[in-house]
């Protein structure tokens, strides 16, 4: 008997399927996820001065995230469509490191956890960094996505490390 975790969206034939979580009990479901955005330094003395040619980043990126969020199940075929709780997106530039870390926290009563949500939210306000600051350099790079922390259901609380 192999150790390997089983991949709960294949049937025993191998194909593809929706997880039926209709008998699992509604609990309170939280997921915190991040995404660094890391730019030349040169560009982001612009970014940090707010000297950008489509003005101001932050709120359209917490804007697109947030909707993100709420659209995950339109994204990744296999996700529940979750009525959500809160969303909510935290953008902190470092001066030192020219970038900016963008964090996620999704929380619903549902269930299914929120993961991928808080996820997609990190990725799509990235994204949107990403789309508005391109002008200024081709070297900005996106990178390490990744959940933080989630809690409720069956798993309980789980953090990286």
């Not at 955005?37 to 980043?57: M, R, T």
């Not at 269930?111 to 600051?133: H, I, N, Q």
């Not at 390490?144 to 309980?156: A, D, M």
Request: proline residues 5%.
């Amino acid at each position: 008997m192999s150790n390997s975790p089983v991949l709960s969206h294949l049937d025993q034939r191998g194909q593809s399927h929706m997880v039926d979580v209709g008998n699992k009990p509604i609990t309170a479901r939280e997921a915190v996820a991040e995404t660094l955005v890391v730019f030349p330094p040169a560009a982001f003395d612009l970014v940090k001065d707010g000297d950008l040619p489509k003005g101001g980043i932050v709120e359209p990126a917490r804007i697109a995230a947030i909707q993100a969020a709420k659209r995950t199940s339109e994204l990744i075929p296999m996700c529940h469509q979750l009525p959500l709780d809160s969303v909510e997106i935290e953008v902190v530039t470092d001066s030192r490191q020219s970038t900016i870390r963008i964090t996620s926290t999704v929380r619903a009563t549902a269930r299914t956890g929120v993961e991928m949500e808080a996820m997609v939210a990190a990725s799509t306000a990235a994204l949107v960094v990403y789309d508005m600051t391109k002008a200024l350099s081709k070297g900005i790079v996106i990178e390490r996505t990744r959940l933080l922390r989630k809690s409720g259901g069956k798993s309980g609380l789980w953090e990286a490390q």
